[in-house]
């Protein structure tokens, strides 16, 4: 039986959730509102847009912006429930301390497979992360070292706000900066039409966004199995870029943010993430 979020990562104190200090429950008269990834948006609206459906009179509102925003607005008080594709940072828990006495509660409600995308027409299938790193680097500029044709590679990636970029960052390149030469664009969504349309391209998002592309396989290293992005990989971790992807809420939850997120992590809700194209928690 799946478990109650109560029980979850439960790292708050045990207070009902408020908006911000001396406000009223969450779900008392506005609703909920959930913000932040974009790689998460699509799977959070269809989330809401369930629950409403089968709890009527509830009402929850999920817009993107990106993790780093969705963190901000946690912190500032702006909304209930943070989407995120990465953990938070040990300095953002320390904000919501300083304004709130608590260091947030974390609640793992999907996981993913952090996607490298390329044209559908590129004969490059599979990169380990080395070479995944040297291409962000800008140590390899031409898809020619890697068994593709003498042309350039056209690098496209995620603005820094997004928890994707950062995971990226932090996982492939060690924490270096991309090379210059990258463009950023807001949203994966972005991302996948730029190298759908970009022969030369390549580009990183979730897996549930790849459509019009073609996903490499990735390997730990030389010699070793190259791996696409599925449920079974990713639930075995043997896919490289394996991660969760998570709730974050200020204190721990009461009410109707409760109820959302232990159906978010049911039995239901996980069979519509993978219904999404996203990856179930188990």
């Known amino acids: 039986m799946m478990r109650s979020i109560v029980r979850a990562a439960a790292l708050g104190l045990g207070l009902a ?11 008392a008269a506005r609703g909920i509102t959930v913000k932040g990834s974009d790689t998460m948006v699509i799977l959070g609206q269809r989330w809401a847009e369930t629950y409403m459906k089968s709890h009527p009179g509830r009402v929850i509102q999920v817009t993107g912006g990106g993790s780093g925003t969705g963190i901000a607005a946690l912190i500032n008080g702006t909304t209930d429930v943070c989407m995120s594709s990465r953990p ?9 301390r ?43 500029t031409n898809w020619k070292a890697m068994g593709g044709p003498d042309a350039a590679i056209v690098l496209y990636g995620r603005e820094n706000s ?4 950062v995971f990226f960052k932090d996982t492939i390149l060690g924490g270096r900066d991309f ?39 990735l390997s730990f290293a030389p010699g070793k199995p190259a791996v696409l992005p599925t449920a079974a990989s ?40 993978s219904q999404v194209g996203y990856f179930p928690l188990r």
Do not use: C
Not at 120 to 137: F, G, M
Not at 162 to 165: A, P
Not at 191 to 197: E, G, H, I, L, W
């Open 17 to 27: 959730l408020f908006a911000g200090p001396g406000a009223s429950p969450v779900g």
């Open 88 to 96: 938070m940072k040990e300095a953002e828990k320390l904000k919501l």
């Open 98 to 140: 300083d304004r709130y006495q608590t260091r947030g509660v974390e609640i793992p409600v999907a996981k993913d497979g952090l996607t490298v995308y390329v044209h559908s027409t590129n004969p490059v299938r599979e990169l380990t992360l080395a070479q995944l790193r040297d291409v962000y680097l800008g140590k390899v």
């Open 162 to 165: 997004s928890g994707t970029y």
């Open 179 to 217: 090379a210059p030469r990258t463009q950023t664009l807001p949203g994966t969504a972005a991302v996948v039409n730029a190298v759908a349309r970009d022969v030369h391209g390549i580009g990183y998002g979730g897996a549930a966004y790849g459509k019009g592309v073609r996903d490499v396989a």
């Open 234 to 273: 990713v639930a075995d971790g043997s896919y490289p870029l394996s991660r969760h992807l998570y709730f974050y809420l200020r204190n721990r939850p009461a009410g109707e943010a409760k109820a959302f997120a232990d159906w978010v992590v049911s039995a239901e809700g996980q069979a519509l993430a």
